[in-house]
């Protein structure tokens, strides 16, 4: 089945410690996205990438890094200087950016003790 | 500015009509999306509408969308238990990449 998958569903650190989130899609899609959801609060744009080996900052980059060597994987470094890094974490995929709907992973929610 | 504003919370009897609000702030939207954040899970696309349409209708959902008061609504007719869940709206803007997303609402069906 097409889709979008992100592992690990839930995922421990120490602080200090950089952590990557994985995320793979097999639908053909150019776009691909990384947001962060607080309790009560809506997502906020972390990174994104229109194409292989392309990508951009979102609002909140500061902390994260991201790579794109493949169309189909868009992996999510939060590394220690993420000063707040608990959150769930959701990666999206689109066809293209800005123009169609994108579609979500079930998420990562990261909890750095 | 970019701000899209969603009330917390909304209660519902089973089988009551709910009606979750949104409101925006950019003219230049040109989509504007419902999602919907089932507990510890991604968000899932309910329905969207263009800019230049004041209503659309998916089985039991409606959209209406006042363009003059940058206001959307969600309608779900015959709530349903299965419908608890966060509801976010969002706004893709015209000559932007990103959507810009409400706080959510939890709506909770009561039995």
């Known amino acids: 089945d097409g889709g979008i998958t992100q592992s690990p569903k839930y995922l421990f650190r120490k602080e200090g410690q950089n952590v990557t989130l994985s995320c793979e899609q097999n639908?053909?899609?150019?776009?691909m996205y990384w947001y962060r959801q607080d309790p009560g609060q809506g997502l906020r744009l972390i990174y994104y990438?229109?194409?292989?080996?392309?990508?951009q900052k979102g609002d909140i980059a500061e902390g994260y890094s991201v790579s794109r060597e493949k169309k189909e994987s868009f992996p999510l470094t939060v590394t220690s200087a993420q000063k707040n890094p608990t959150a769930f974490y959701l990666c999206?995929?689109?066809?293209?950016?800005?123009?169609?709907?994108?579609?979500f992973g079930p998420g990562t929610r990261l909890t750095v003790l | 500015g970019e701000d899209v504003e969603q009330s917390l919370f909304l209660s519902v009897r089973e089988g009551d009509s709910s009606v979750i609000n949104c409101t925006y702030t950019?003219?230049?939207?040109?989509?504007l999306y419902w999602y919907k954040q089932e507990p510890g899970a991604g968000l899932q696309l309910l329905t969207y509408?263009?800019?230049?349409?004041d209503m659309k209708q998916d089985q039991r959902l409606t959209v209406l969308l006042n363009k003059k008061d940058k206001h959307l609504s969600l309608r779900i007719a015959d709530t349903q238990t299965g419908d608890s869940a966060i509801y976010f709206c969002?706004?893709?803007?015209?000559?932007?990449?990103?959507?810009?997303f409400g706080s959510g609402t939890r709506l909770l069906v009561r039995p």
């Open positions: 639908l053909n899609h150019d776009a």
């Open positions: 950019d003219s230049s939207s040109t989509y």
């Open positions: 509408i263009f800019s230049n349409m």
């Open positions: 969002a706004e893709m803007m015209d000559s932007s990449y990103k959507l810009i």
């Open positions: 999206a995929s689109s066809t293209q950016t800005g123009k169609d709907e994108q579609f």
């Open positions: 990438s229109q194409i292989v080996n392309d990508f």
